[in-house]
């Protein structure tokens, strides 16, 4: 069956990095765009970023645009998430979605597949 497995998840400072990984099996991982979204507790979920099935087309949130990058390794099914300059409103579980389809899309009813989330916590 499919699983994607977040890893690299922690509790870190305010300014600290961190690199969130996802890892595919189960599926032909080059046919799927991948996205990364987070929830805070009491909020909905919400797209973070995502990347085309090629690596070749990125797409971001506001609120991580030059702070965040995402890439993917297609031989080695995977997917990654760079935080950078974290700040604590990034605190969240973070998710990383499969969506069968070429092109990543901000809106999570349009991903197939989801991982079970690692928890990101920031403090100042």
């Known amino acids: 069956q499919v699983q994607l497995v977040e890893s690299g998840g922690g509790a870190v400072q305010a300014g600290d990095s961190l690199r969130l990984s996802c890892a595919a099996s189960g599926l032909t991982f080059s046919a799927y765009s991948m996205g990364w979204f987070r929830q805070a507790p009491g909020k909905e979920r919400e797209f973070v970023l995502g990347i085309n099935w090629s690596g070749g087309s990125t797409s971001y949130a506001d609120s991580v645009k030059g702070r965040f990058t995402i890439s993917r390794d297609n031989a080695k099914n995977t997917v990654y998430l760079q935080m950078n300059s974290l700040k604590p409103e990034d605190t969240a579980v973070y998710y990383c979605?499969?969506?069968?389809?070429?092109?990543?899309?901000?809106?999570?009813?349009?991903?197939?597949?989801w991982g079970q989330g690692t928890q990101v916590t920031v403090s100042s």
């Open positions: 979605a499969a969506r069968l389809f070429s092109v990543a899309s901000s809106l999570p009813r349009e991903y197939n597949y």
